[in-house]
């Protein structure tokens, strides 16, 4: 018989015997859910990888320094750095309160930094304009603030409360951020009044492509690097500065490290003694994490395969016993053991076919129902084709045996079968 004959031939039995098929194609189809809700899972947690790789930035390291850096020593520092680098000054928090419309803003903070903040991790809509050099240079009294969307969870925002000398009660930040649109409204830092000329509109939880540990702790108002300082003149000796350095090549991390100890000491002492935080080893913690889960999950879709390929191999035996003297008469009439050992595997691979398509689309299902964001999953094609070969390999590998001892049987013993 030729292929097309034995498909259609499997067809019809497949057809002919309904709850028996149905037994072995839901057997595949529960095996299959599984695989393909975990390989879709696993494939976005390695898309996400990737998108918080590209926007945290190549051979990026961190430290920080307990004292101030000046201007003039931002460009020494810079000209050392590999070409190309990317530096950014962060200052520590302000501790001055702020105010709007005379009413105290509760959880929001301030920091200073410099126009290169935005270089990575920028995850954010920008509303207005951000911060530039002129600003720095100028000390312009501007600030960029960030707006939070409305989200069903809440984030954990540390809390501080206070009221005002006159008992006006305090306005929460995000309520404030909510209800008015702040660009080029004033906000009172300490005796300071602060133009907002950017919103940086954070984006959902489900939706930010950074590592959890570079998202936003809480509420800010960025300033820029030298006003901060202005406003924390009588202190700013006492608070630490953050410093990131962006390569943009993984080979001049260590490089860029070696320059960044040099000059700390070089400036401030041979007591200084920065620890450097490298952007690759997150990312490797987190590529070990997605390992470890694949590994945990794929144990379980394997699992349920087996059990869904004991199933098809089960039925498939009861379907030989069934059909024995079927197999005889065939065999009298001319059909090779090479025939009846196709039928069976085709056969079964059909009903592999079937349940391995149901099981994507009850995979599907599942992750609709489980999945926070559906429209941020990524269903790459390699996961359909995967998913298929699964449940058609499967399918074959169980079925084999029992299509083996079906070919095997001789016409005269199968004929005599009752």
Same mark, same amino acid.
């Given at each position: 018989?030729?292929?097309?004959? +034995? ?22 189809? @529960? ?46 520092? +810079? ?125 959902? @939880? ?100 087996? *059990?869904?390929?004991?199933? @098809? ?18 065999? *009298? ?14 056969? *079964?691979?059909? +009903? ?67």
């Amino acid at each position: 018989m030729t292929l097309p004959d +034995l498909v259609l031939t499997s067809w019809d039995e497949i057809k002919a015997h309904k709850l028996r098929s149905f037994l072995s194609f839901f057997a595949i189809a @529960i095996g299959i859910a599984t695989f393909f809700y975990t390989l879709s899972i696993l494939s976005q947690r390695y898309s996400t990888i990737d998108k918080a790789v590209e926007i945290g930035g190549k051979g990026r390291i961190s430290t920080s320094t307990e004292n101030a850096i000046s201007l003039t020593q931002y460009k020494d520092f +810079l000209y050392l750095l590999p070409k190309g680098s990317s530096l950014s000054l962060t200052t520590d928090w302000g501790w001055n309160e702020i105010f709007y419309k005379s009413r105290f803003v509760n959880n929001l903070s301030f920091k200073g930094v410099l126009p290169t903040w935005k270089d990575v991790d920028f995850a954010y809509k920008l509303e207005g304009r951000f911060i530039n050099w002129q600003d720095v240079q100028n000390h312009h009294r501007i600030g960029v603030i960030m707006s939070f969307p409305r989200e069903k969870k809440k984030r954990n925002f540390p809390v501080y409360t206070a009221i005002s000398d006159d008992g006006i009660p305090p306005i929460d930040f995000q309520e404030l951020t909510c209800r008015n649109n702040l660009l080029n409204q004033n906000l009172q830092v300490g005796n300071e009044q602060i133009t907002i000329v950017g919103i940086l509109h954070v984006p959902p @939880i489900e939706q930010d492509p950074r590592f959890s540990r570079y998202r936003d702790p809480t509420p800010l108002l960025l300033l820029p690097y030298t006003t901060w300082q202005d406003l924390q003149f009588s202190f700013r000796d006492n608070f630490s500065t953050d410093i990131r350095i962006v390569t943009g090549k993984e080979s001049l991390a260590n490089s860029a490290a070696a320059q960044t100890i040099s000059f700390l000491r070089s400036q401030f002492g041979k007591e200084e003694k920065p620890k450097i935080k490298f952007f690759r080893d997150d990312v490797r913690e987190n590529t070990k994490a997605a390992y470890q889960d694949l590994k945990n999950m794929l144990l379980l879709g394997f699992i349920a395969m087996i *059990a869904g390929g004991i199933g @098809i191999m089960n039925v498939t035996l009861a379907v030989i016993y069934s059909r024995t003297k079927e197999i005889g008469i065939r065999r *009298a009439l001319g059909a090779t053991r090479k025939d009846i050992l196709f039928q069976f595997l085709i056969e *079964a691979m059909l +009903l592999g076919l079937c349940g391995s398509i149901a099981g994507m689309f009850l995979g599907y299902c599942v992750l609709l129902y489980i999945a926070q964001n559906v429209f941020q999953m990524t269903f790459s094609w390699w996961v359909v084709v995967l998913s298929i070969f699964i449940g058609l390999s499967t399918s074959f590998l169980f079925a084999l045996y029992p299509a083996w001892q079906a070919a095997k049987l001789k016409p005269v013993d199968a004929l005599k079968y009752e």
